[in-house]
């Protein structure tokens, strides 16, 4: 589901910190990262408190995941033929 764009202007991002923010991508949420891997809700937290995968961040009491982080450890994950 595609996000909404929010204007730099609107959230106080000035000068340098401007194009900063507005070329980094927002955070995965655990909804975000099941989606994207197929898997259900319950496994993304069952891989954050076992410590599996993706790297995850607590940000407050929410889970969320760097973009690149996830496409890193999907790779790590690829199977070679045998």
């Known amino acids: 589901m595609p996000r909404a764009v929010v204007s ?3 959230v106080g991002c000035v000068g340098s910190h401007q194009s900063a923010a507005l070329s980094r991508r927002p955070l995965a949420t655990a909804l975000d990262i099941a989606e994207y891997c197929r898997v259900p809700l319950a496994t993304v937290y069952q891989w954050s408190s076992r410590g599996g995968g993706p790297r995850m961040i607590r940000v ?3 889970l969320r995941a760097r973009w690149d982080d996830i496409d890193a450890w999907l790779d ?3 199977v070679r033929a045998a």
């Open 8 to 10: 730099a202007s609107r």
């Open 60 to 62: 407050g009491r929410h």
């Open 76 to 78: 790590d994950q690829a």
